[in-house]
């Protein structure tokens, strides 16, 4: 049976999120796995309370019937990944499923992005030397800088078709 991965990330908020989605898919596809993405189950958003539950419910029931989450981890919209990225990674943490995350950059941590940018407001700014807040960072079971190495570790950790890693 091939296994079934999720893939998190803000792409849904990007305009070109079908050919990205579609592009992921294929990458897993070659390498024996099959990838859902949060818009294969996409309603109409007609921005309601109703269609927010909804759309969490799908989400999250997608968690559950996959085997991993592959998980974009991009700063999004300031210096962390995207909040709704993070608690489908912690979900599917809490779930016992293996969360490989890409774009993960460890050149430069997570102190140094909220300085960079972010309004202090006197909170203390913690300093593991970790690309993202330590809950997340610290609970992946892998982090690469970029997609193709993210599934081809998906691929290896599931012992599906291996391809050559590129040079």
Request: proline share 5%; net charge negative.
């Amino acid at each position: 049976m091939q296994p079934h991965i999720y893939l998190a990330g803000p792409t849904c908020f990007l305009g070109n999120a079908r050919e990205l989605y579609d592009d992921l898919k294929a990458r897993c596809l070659t390498l024996g796995m099959v990838a859902l993405s949060p818009c294969d189950s996409c309603v109409t958003d007609d921005g309601s309370a109703a269609d927010a539950q909804s759309i969490r419910s799908r989400n999250l029931d997608m968690i559950k019937q996959c085997d991993a989450v592959l998980a974009d981890l991009r700063p999004f919209r300031g210096p962390s990944a995207d909040c709704g990225t993070v608690y489908e990674c912690g979900y599917a943490s809490a779930l016992n499923k293996p969360v490989i995350a890409y774009y993960v950059w460890q050149d430069i941590t997570y102190r140094d992005k909220v300085l960079a940018g972010i309004s202090q407001d006197g909170a203390a700014i913690e300093n593991f030397g970790l690309f993202d807040n330590v809950m997340l960072a610290a609970g992946l079971d892998s982090t690469h800088e970029t997609p193709e190495d993210a599934v081809q570790a998906l691929a290896t950790r599931f012992n599906t078709i291996s391809v050559p890693q590129h040079e």
